[in-house]
């Protein structure tokens, strides 16, 4: 997600573009998909910066 310009950007995929990266990471606890990227939206925006989302494996059963 890059929300540093004027609009989002959605760019699907395993990773995004960047020539450089800063470590760093939030973990969210989102109902779906889309909501952990509307989250991901306010993020870049805030930062001026592009911002990864990826899931966890789910919790197996016991």
């Known amino acids: 997600m890059d929300y540093s310009g004027d609009g989002p ?3 699907p995929g395993p990773s ?3 020539k450089e990266y ?3 990471f939030w973990i969210i606890e989102a109902e779906n998909d ?3 990227i509307e989250w991901a939206k306010q993020v870049s925006r805030a930062l ?3 911002v990864g ?3 966890f ?3 197996p059963a016991s």
């Open 34 to 36: 889309d909501v952990a």
């Open 9 to 11: 950007v959605l760019t």
């Open 22 to 24: 800063l470590g760093g």
């Open 57 to 59: 494996q789910e919790e």
């Open 16 to 18: 995004i573009e960047a």
């Open 48 to 50: 001026r910066s592009r």
């Open 53 to 55: 989302v990826r899931a």
